[in-house]
């Protein structure tokens, strides 16, 4: 059998498609795996050793076709559902399994704020998807891995972090997702251990007003390593603070311990973080480890919220007490305690 996974972006959402594409390979006797997804999240998968194959997207979506209508496939696992997957399978005409996207639940729950929204993770859905084949979730949790050729130099951070640090994402796609730049030199001032700050180059302005209170103490890793890098100090981290961004679900397939900052999205669209169940921790309970590994950073009880998917360039209220009411000293002492138990 020959399957041909879709999603196109974004770091986050790839990786939560990362149990269904091991349990298909694992499930499936004789099953060859390609994945296919944009070009510039070629990274996102490149070592996973559960796909055989990749394709990638550019711009000429036709090209990809006729590259894919060679292939012969089985079966297409559209695991993102939108025009473009949408010709790919009318092109090809073979049977094909999408997820269930929920637009309408979501669009109630960020619009008019009715919650219709099954509770059923994201990842799990994607599972589902796979259900008429017989592959079922084998609880393990999500994926990421690093190509056996990159490493983390032992110079790559500061010797005061040697012995361990927290990891800080301060990154998002959208700035409805963030936490300004004053909770977040307020937040590191309540940490009591050395401090990453992680995020790509667009985080790095951010990262240097937020190490300068203390240089010694926070280093800013924003945009001076590629994405496996940064993925291998939130492995090697004690534990990771995060918004709603990649780096949230890199650090659950690590099973690091996670403070989830939640701002224009929320747990309520089925994207809070995901781990193994918790016989796969060596535990005989057979719950899922969620209450165990993570912390929800919310402001309770506002009305407007979740005011999107995604996010925002701007708060659509103006106040973005979301982020603003943040309680800075309950996120600080959860990961202050994660980081002692690591």
């Known amino acids: 059998m020959r399957l041909l996974f879709i999603r196109f972006s974004s770091i986050g959402d790839i990786v939560f498609t990362t149990p269904a594409i091991r349990a298909a390979k694992k499930q499936l006797p004789g099953v060859t795996i390609h994945f296919l997804t944009k070009a510039t999240m070629k990274a996102v998968t490149e070592a ?7 394709h990638y997207l550019e711009k000429d979506i036709n090209l990809t076709i006729q590259e ?3 292939l012969n496939f089985d079966y297409i696992i559209d695991l993102h559902k939108n025009f473009r997957t949408y010709k790919i399978k009318n092109a090809l005409g073979v049977p094909a399994l999408s997820y269930k996207k929920l637009s309408w639940q979501k669009f109630l729950l960020t619009k008019l704020h009715i919650n219709f929204m099954p509770h059923r993770h994201i990842s799990e859905r994607c599972v589902d998807t796979l259900a008429p084949l017989g592959v079922v979730n084998d609880e393990m949790g999500l994926d990421y891995f690093v190509p056996s050729s990159i490493t983390l130099k032992n110079e790559a951070l500061p010797a005061t972090h040697s012995a361990g640090y927290i990891a800080l994402v301060i990154g998002a ?6 936490l300004p730049i004053a909770q977040l030199q307020d937040l590191c001032k309540q940490l009591n251990y050395p401090v990453v700050l992680v995020g790509g180059q667009e985080d790095a302005l951010i990262g240097e007003q937020v190490a300068a209170i203390n240089k010694e103490k926070i280093f800013n890793a924003c945009g001076k390593f590629s994405l496996h890098e940064s993925a291998l100090m939130v492995k090697q981290s004690k534990t990771v603070i995060s918004h709603d961004t990649g780096f949230l679900y890199i650090a659950c397939a690590y099973h690091k311990k996670t403070v989830a900052i939640w701002g224009a999205t929320s747990p309520a669209l089925q994207v809070e973080p ?5 016989e796969n921790f060596s535990s005989p309970k057979g719950e899922r480890a969620q209450n165990q590994m993570y912390f929800n950073a919310i402001v309770p009880n506002l009305p407007c919220q979740p005011c999107s998917n995604y996010g925002t360039k701007q708060c659509p209220q103006g106040h973005f007490a979301c982020m603003r009411q943040q309680n800075i000293a309950v996120i600080a002492t959860k990961a202050n305690s994660y980081y002692q138990e690591a």
């Open 274 to 278: 995901y781990y193994p169940r918790l």
């Open 48 to 54: 996973n050793p559960y796909i055989d194959h990749f």
């Open 68 to 70: 894919l209508k060679a």
């Open 173 to 178: 796609s959208y700035a409805s997702k963030k």
